[in-house]
């Protein structure tokens, strides 16, 4: 999630989304893939650049920057991308910066914490108790009716333009697509929401990959039915 949530930003770049019909002027970058699963974050030369061996990491000449907010923040600032993104005005950009950090401690563990638990901790067999999954759902219905009340108010979550909040953000909540005991169909906000970001051509392409593993386990599903 979060890795894809900095693609999108370098593939949407200078494309200022206040504009209608506004230029696609990504900014360049090269992805380099660390394999999490065979373990390549553990390796000696990745935690050079990331002694907390997870991704996403910018390397930006000399400069080398992780966890996926602060790079967030500093794309938007370091190449000057449309206010939107992360405004200027001290207000706009606290609203934005209230949702970042408050997402760690919910959206995050609400979708990622328990996808994992959910999924990746039978096959290494790790036991997760019935009361741990079910204080994570409760965080995750938290998340959702904060969301859905954010975006009773305006358009996108911190506002009436999109921002890094809502990259952040639908990277993590599109994740419960693969999670067939989750249903978020009653937030009709955040429906809505999700389709108007899928719709944005970059944010549909760094999801390729996930989309077609959400369509392979729909079928999946259905042909156990
Ligand atoms: N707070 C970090 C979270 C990064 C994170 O959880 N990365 C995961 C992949 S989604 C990772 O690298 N996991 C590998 C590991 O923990 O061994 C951020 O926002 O960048």
Not at 4 to 23: F, I, N, P, W, Y
Not at 50 to 69: C, I, K, T
Not at 183 to 206: F, Q, T
């Amino acid at each position: 999630q979060p890795s894809r949530a900095v693609m999108a930003l370098c593939e949407l770049g200078h494309t200022d989304l206040d504009q209608a019909g506004s230029a696609e002027l990504p900014i360049a970058y090269d992805k380099v893939v660390v394999k999490i699963f065979e373990g390549d974050q553990h390796g000696a030369e990745f935690k050079k650049l990331n002694p907390a061996r997870q991704v996403p990491v910018l390397v930006d000449g000399d400069f080398v920057l992780a966890e996926s907010h602060s790079i967030l923040r500093y794309l938007a600032e370091s190449r000057a991308l449309p206010d939107h993104w992360y405004p200027k005005d001290l207000r706009k950009r606290a609203r934005v910066d209230e949702y970042l950090d408050w997402h760690h401690t919910h959206l995050r563990e609400g979708v990622h914490t328990y996808l994992i638990k959910k999924t990746l901790y039978p096959v290494f067999g790790i036991d997760v108790s019935e009361d741990e999954f079910n204080s994570l759902r409760k965080i995750l219905q938290v998340s959702l009716k904060y969301m859905e009340d954010k975006l009773s108010k305006h358009k996108y979550l911190c506002g009436d333009q999109i921002s890094i909040a809502d990259l952040s953000a639908f990277c993590e909540i599109i994740d419960t697509k693969l999670l067939p005991d989750v249903d978020i169909s009653k937030y009709v906000l955040i429906v809505d929401w999700m389709d108007i970001m899928l719709a944005i051509p970059a944010i549909k392409k760094v999801h390729a990959g996930l989309l077609s593993q959400i369509e392979g386990s729909m079928k999946n599903m259905k042909a156990k039915l």
